[in-house]
């Protein structure tokens, strides 16, 4: 079965209700389907992939992405929508490789979602509207700063997809932008 989104966010609201985890799908999701929209992808296939990728991670952290198997075929979610959401967790915490565009970018995207997401609120506007590459660039090099982001992940990933990790970084802002106000991000801009 393919979702709807409306499908994909109340299977996520089943199994996650930490508004954290819940605007971090809703960021993923949107940058998902913005980075669809670029690559003339499926929009919506991609963003509820992204929706629901952490699909088992409040309830499961300890076996994060093996359980999202489990999850998903009892809702009879297809194969498809299962390995990329798997996928995103290679090398960390299972051995599926993402093969697909749409893996690799939901592989890449996942941590720099919140790398982007510490970055703005650290902003005296508490927002992505007015984020920039040259700041994003900064944090990223302090691995200090957002100390869980797995940078190493980020650059696996922009290898994987062949695309230059400034215009990763660029298009991840753009997506997040574009739902700003859904992941409290919209800070304090008009």
């Given at each position: 079965m393919?979702?709807?989104?409306?499908?994909?966010?109340?299977?996520?609201?089943?199994y996650n209700d930490v508004p954290a985890?819940?605007?971090?799908?809703?960021a993923v999701e949107g940058v998902m389907r913005h980075f669809a929209h670029l690559l003339g992808e499926d929009e919506e296939k991609w963003g509820n992939?992204?929706?629901?990728?952490?699909?088992?991670?409040?309830?499961?952290?300890?076996?994060h992405c093996i359980k999202a198997r489990e999850i998903l075929n009892d809702h009879g979610v297809d194969d498809e929508y299962?390995?990329?959401?798997?996928s995103h967790g290679f090398g960390i915490c299972c051995d599926i490789e993402p093969k697909h565009v749409m893996e690799k970018v939901l592989f890449t995207v996942d941590e720099l979602t919140g790398l982007i997401n510490a970055c703005a609120i650290m902003r005296p506007s508490k927002s992505v509207l007015d984020l920039e590459l040259k700041s994003v660039k900064k944090k990223y090099k302090d691995h200090?700063?957002?100390?869980?982001?797995?940078?190493d992940v980020i650059e696996k990933g922009s290898i994987m997809l062949n695309m230059d990790l400034d215009y990763i970084i660029v298009e991840t802002i753009s997506g997040m932008r574009e739902v700003a106000?859904?992941?409290?991000?919209?800070?304090?801009?008009?």
């Amino acid at each position: 079965m393919k979702l709807s989104r409306n499908e994909a966010y109340e299977l996520l609201c089943k199994y996650n209700d930490v508004p954290a985890l819940i605007y971090h799908a809703l960021a993923v999701e949107g940058v998902m389907r913005h980075f669809a929209h670029l690559l003339g992808e499926d929009e919506e296939k991609w963003g509820n992939i992204g929706l629901i990728h952490d699909i088992d991670y409040q309830m499961f952290p300890d076996q994060h992405c093996i359980k999202a198997r489990e999850i998903l075929n009892d809702h009879g979610v297809d194969d498809e929508y299962i390995h990329a959401i798997m996928s995103h967790g290679f090398g960390i915490c299972c051995d599926i490789e993402p093969k697909h565009v749409m893996e690799k970018v939901l592989f890449t995207v996942d941590e720099l979602t919140g790398l982007i997401n510490a970055c703005a609120i650290m902003r005296p506007s508490k927002s992505v509207l007015d984020l920039e590459l040259k700041s994003v660039k900064k944090k990223y090099k302090d691995h200090r700063f957002a100390a869980g982001v797995n940078r190493d992940v980020i650059e696996k990933g922009s290898i994987m997809l062949n695309m230059d990790l400034d215009y990763i970084i660029v298009e991840t802002i753009s997506g997040m932008r574009e739902v700003a106000e859904a992941i409290n991000l919209k800070g304090e801009q008009v």
